[in-house]
């Protein structure tokens, strides 16, 4: 794993990967000989029923998988969501069942390359960290003629995870999103936008916060979507969902 990424996230707390060097990176951790059909996997998302705004322009589908430092990364049943009011005072405290990555999507060796990556960097960060819990999110958020799409109507805040990967898989007739990191105390520490396919970001959710600024068509008569696939790393033995106690 280049020691730039590890590098950067231990003294910024996050960092920006243009999608020319992730390609790279991804593919010296396994192939993406399914992309295609793995971004096209986004066009069958479901409507997110949970959103505490009203909103109905965020669909998504959602997997969560076990990975040890080696092995394999293994695909758990299908389960709730969770975050407490602490990290998500709009949506938090409550179980939210999403509908499940399709097999095609969550197996398939895009997915499974991703996943491999993220293991190889986080458990580098986290070398006490035997067992991850992992979490994936396929997100679309939708703009519609008047109305903006919220890629986070929570606003600044934090997933209650280690490590987040954000990847943007397709942009299409989309205006702002710009993605804004800041220190618990508030500063500004950096933003940038993902633009280009496999653009990404690599947050420590343990020392920064992230927001994303609203997005718009830019043309209304078009259709406009920000595809994104978010992946959360968080160790095992921590993690403390709904009946779950310490």
């Given at each position: 794993?280049?020691?730039?990424?590890?590098?950067?996230?231990?003294?910024?707390?996050?960092?920006?990967?243009?999608?020319?060097?992730?390609?790279?990176?991804?593919?010296?951790?396994?192939?993406?000989?399914?992309?295609?059909?793995?971004?096209?996997?986004?066009?069958?998302?479901?409507?997110?029923?949970?959103?505490?705004?009203?909103?109905?322009?965020?669909?998504?589908?959602?997997?969560?998988?076990?990975?040890?430092?080696?092995?394999?990364?293994?695909?758990?049943?299908?389960?709730?969501?969770?975050?407490?009011?602490?990290?998500?005072?709009?949506?938090g405290g409550l179980a939210r069942w999403f509908e499940a990555m399709t097999p095609e999507a969550a197996d398939g060796p895009s997915m499974r390359t991703i996943l491999?990556?993220?293991?190889?960097?986080?458990?580098?960060?986290?070398?006490?960290?035997?067992?991850?819990?992992?979490?994936?999110?396929?997100?679309?958020?939708?703009?519609?003629?008047?109305?903006?799409?919220?890629?986070?109507?929570?606003?600044?805040?934090?997933?209650?995870?280690?490590?987040?990967?954000?990847?943007?898989?397709?942009?299409?007739?989309?205006?702002?999103?710009?993605?804004?990191?800041?220190?618990?105390?508030?500063?500004?520490?950096?933003?940038?936008?993902?633009?280009?396919?496999?653009?990404?970001?690599?947050?420590?959710?343990?020392?920064?916060?992230?927001?994303?600024?609203?997005?718009?068509?830019?043309?209304?008569?078009?259709?406009?979507?920000?595809?994104?696939?978010?992946?959360?790393?968080?160790?095992?033995?921590?993690?403390?969902?709904?009946?779950?106690?310490?």
């Amino acid at each position: 794993m280049p020691m730039a990424l590890h590098e950067a996230i231990v003294r910024d707390g996050f960092t920006f990967v243009h999608a020319s060097t992730m390609r790279g990176l991804l593919e010296a951790s396994g192939a993406l000989t399914d992309w295609g059909s793995f971004r096209e996997s986004w066009n069958h998302l479901e409507f997110d029923t949970y959103m505490a705004d009203g909103g109905r322009y965020r669909r998504r589908r959602h997997a969560v998988f076990l990975a040890g430092r080696e092995g394999t990364i293994e695909r758990q049943p299908h389960q709730a969501h969770y975050q407490s009011l602490d990290y998500n005072p709009l949506h938090g405290g409550l179980a939210r069942w999403f509908e499940a990555m399709t097999p095609e999507a969550a197996d398939g060796p895009s997915m499974r390359t991703i996943l491999a990556f993220s293991r190889g960097l986080f458990s580098g960060l986290a070398p006490a960290t035997s067992t991850w819990r992992v979490e994936a999110h396929q997100f679309r958020i939708e703009a519609r003629p008047g109305a903006v799409g919220r890629p986070t109507p929570e606003g600044l805040h934090r997933d209650g995870v280690d490590y987040v990967l954000v990847l943007l898989i397709n942009r299409q007739n989309i205006g702002r999103g710009t993605t804004a990191i800041h220190a618990l105390d508030g500063r500004l520490l950096g933003s940038f936008t993902l633009t280009n396919p496999l653009d990404a970001a690599l947050v420590d959710d343990t020392r920064v916060a992230h927001g994303v600024t609203p997005v718009e068509a830019i043309d209304p008569a078009a259709p406009a979507y920000r595809d994104v696939l978010v992946v959360t790393f968080v160790s095992a033995s921590s993690y403390r969902g709904p009946g779950v106690s310490a």
